[in-house]
């Protein structure tokens, strides 16, 4: 990894606001190495996010990444603004809220065997949608969904959560 990749991955875990003083380097690092793949119209937008995040770091330098594809944390740290613009908030703390959805909270460091497996099965299930219909498992999980949240595009998800988490 390059000098210039280490500190983007410094960089984007630091835009995580991680409460209980634990270490979560490994589940970082897994989410880091793993690439987000869009199945649903339009979540596209959400790998430009992350497309974003890197233009934001290099801020103009003459650097470039080796990185192909857009990892799952740059999507999450991604997410995190737009629902902290959306919902009002800090992004770091949003994109804590979006771990804590996504049921990582419980995978610190060190990762054993077993963890590792719950880590990639959850991730995966975001990625391929194969969480429950009422999007608990994804990042937005809702009371009461108004249809099957794992054919919704992600934007729509996040705005029906936000408006159901403001009527509560």
């Known amino acids: 990894m390059k000098q210039i990749e ?3 991955y410094e960089w984007l875990i630091a835009q995580i606001h991680i409460p209980n003083g634990r270490s979560y380097r490994d589940l970082f690092e897994i989410m880091h190495n793993l690439e987000f793949v869009w199945t649903v119209p339009n979540d596209d937008n959400r790998v430009q996010d992350g497309m974003d995040l890197r233009a934001e770091f290099l801020d103009g ?3 470039s990444f080796g990185l192909t594809g857009v990892s799952f944390l ?3 740290i991604g997410l995190s603004r ?4 959306t ?3 800090n992004a770091d703390e949003w994109a804590w809220k979006l771990m804590k959805n996504l ?3 419980k995978c610190s460091d060190p990762l054993n065997e077993a963890k590792i497996h719950r880590v990639n099965d959850i991730l995966d299930a975001v990625i391929w949608r194969t969480y429950e219909r009422d999007g608990k498992g994804g990042f937005f999980p809702l009371q009461d969904p108004l249809e099957d ?4 595009e992600i934007w729509y998800q996040m705005n029906a959560y936000v408006i159901e988490m403001n009527a509560l």
């Open 6 to 8: 280490y500190d983007y």
């Open 61 to 63: 330098s003459h650097h």
């Open 74 to 76: 740059e999507v999450l």
């Open 82 to 85: 737009r629902v902290a613009f």
């Open 87 to 89: 919902a009002g908030g």
């Open 103 to 105: 049921r990582l909270p």
């Open 149 to 152: 949240q794992t054919k919704v």
